[in-house]
């Protein structure tokens, strides 16, 4: 079946420090990806959808600048988190509709997110 | 706007017994719905999902959903829950299977032995 993956699956950093996550569909090509943001017990927000080979389009209230969306390719999508500080701790997720066809979209495993 | 409701946050069954997991949700359009499967600290596994047609369908894990528009319901269901079950779930609603969805806050299902 089709597979998502998501790099690193935990990162601690300090901080004021910029942390990049990768999502990857491993199988199948992605032209948009979704970046959700789950807070400790709490339900998935979509932050953004990302666009291959265009801009990222934000969800209203997220910082486009402070999180930063780059599709390269038709498998990757990473996610910079800039200038991390404690409150943007917390589990992002990426899911991907596979763009060949099909009506599911396929989530990845998370990145558990901590800055000290 | 589109909003998912899941008004209980837990729920805790007897394992062998059966289990009904409430959704509602608003929505302008023909809603797509979903249920996922959220283990702790793991992503996303989906169970079943209605698009068109028979309103009641079948997942995976023996679970089934039942649409009903009238009510604007989407409630999930499994006859007879194993330990394994223990886990978090979730409802979502979006314009297609491909599309950004929203989800509900989930629900947090125990199993007791």
């Known amino acids: 079946g089709a597979v998502v993956s998501q790099h690193p699956s935990w990162v601690i950093c300090k901080s004021g420090t910029s942390v990049k996550i990768e999502c990857r569909s491993l199988d199948f090509q992605a032209t948009t990806m979704f970046w959700y943001r789950q807070f400790p017990k709490q339900s998935l927000m979509l932050m953004a959808t990302s666009n291959e080979g265009s801009k990222a389009t934000y969800e209203q209230g997220v910082e486009k600048d402070k999180f930063l969306i780059n599709h390269a390719s038709l498998t990757l999508s990473t996610l910079t988190v800039t200038s991390a500080h404690p409150e943007d701790s917390s589990f992002y997720i990426c899911s991907a509709p596979n763009s060949g066809g099909g009506d599911t979209q396929y989530f990845g495993p998370g990145t558990r997110l901590t800055v000290l | 706007a589109q909003s998912v409701t899941q008004p209980d946050i837990h729920i805790t069954v007897s394992e062998g017994a059966s289990l009904e997991l409430r959704c509602n949700y608003s929505?302008?359009?023909?809603?797509?719905l979903f249920w996922y499967v959220q283990s702790p600290g793991q992503g996303l596994q989906l169970l079943l999902k209605y698009f068109s047609g028979d309103t009641l369908v079948q997942g995976i894990k023996g679970f089934e959903a039942e649409f009903k528009r009238s009510q604007s319901s989407f409630n999930l269901r499994k006859p007879s829950v194993h330990w394994s079950d223990a886990a978090e779930y979730f409802c979502?609603?979006?314009?297609?299977?491909?599309?950004?969805?929203?989800f509900g806050t989930g629900t947090r299902l125990t199993i007791i032995p």
């Open positions: 979502a609603v979006g314009a297609g299977g491909n599309e950004k969805l929203t």
């Open positions: 929505y302008g359009a023909t809603p797509y």
